[in-house]
């Protein structure tokens, strides 16, 4: 199991925000997820989770899911969510991400939050469109590196540099 980095500046994702859920988003075995337990602070008028929040999760799941399978920077295009049951707060789920296919620059996703027996409670799918010429680089600046593994630290660093494209393609 490998922590990726994350943006200090997310809500979602930062660990140093006292505002925000300082999740920590893994990669295993070539699966993106996050285990999450949502606290009362973030409660919808009805005393469950948030949905709105949970959508959110989902697609910073999601650009990671891309930039770890494809390599990739990806915007939102297109997404249809099914919330099947609301999630609880103070229950513990997990909220996973897999790339199904690509169609030039689309990408086809599949994201997920199910409980720890498996049984999903919310399924999102999407087309993401990748960023032709992404500054990848510029924009992790703003990352945090300091949980990560020296060999996801290398990963993170070499994309968008051409060597590590040619490399890659070996």
């Known amino acids: 199991m490998s922590v990726l980095p994350w943006n200090r500046a ?21 699966s ?9 602070r973030f409660k919808d008028y009805s005393g469950q989770v ?11 799941i999601i650009w990671y899911e891309v930039i770890m399978q494809l390599k ?32 030039g620059r689309e990408i086809y996703v599949t994201a997920w939050t199910q409980d720890e027996s498996g049984k999903r409670f919310i399924e999102l799918k999407g087309i993401f469109s990748a960023i032709k010429n992404a ?4 924009f992790l600046k703003n990352f945090d590196f300091r949980d990560c593994s020296e060999e996801i630290k290398e990963f993170f660093h070499s994309l968008g540099k051409k ?8």
């Open 10 to 30: 997310s809500f979602y994702t930062s660990q140093d925000r006292k505002d925000g859920l300082n999740i920590k988003i893994v990669y295993e075995a070539g």
């Open 32 to 40: 993106v997820y996050s285990n999450i337990v949502i606290d009362s």
């Open 50 to 60: 948030d949905r709105d929040l949970v959508f959110g999760i989902m697609d910073e």
């Open 72 to 103: 990739k920077m990806s915007v939102t295009k297109k997404v249809a969510v099914e919330f099947y049951e609301p999630l609880q707060c103070n229950v513990p789920y997990r909220v996973e991400a897999k790339v199904d296919k690509t169609e």
């Open 135 to 138: 500054p990848i680089q510029e």
């Open 163 to 170: 060597e590590y494209k040619k490399k890659q393609s070996l």
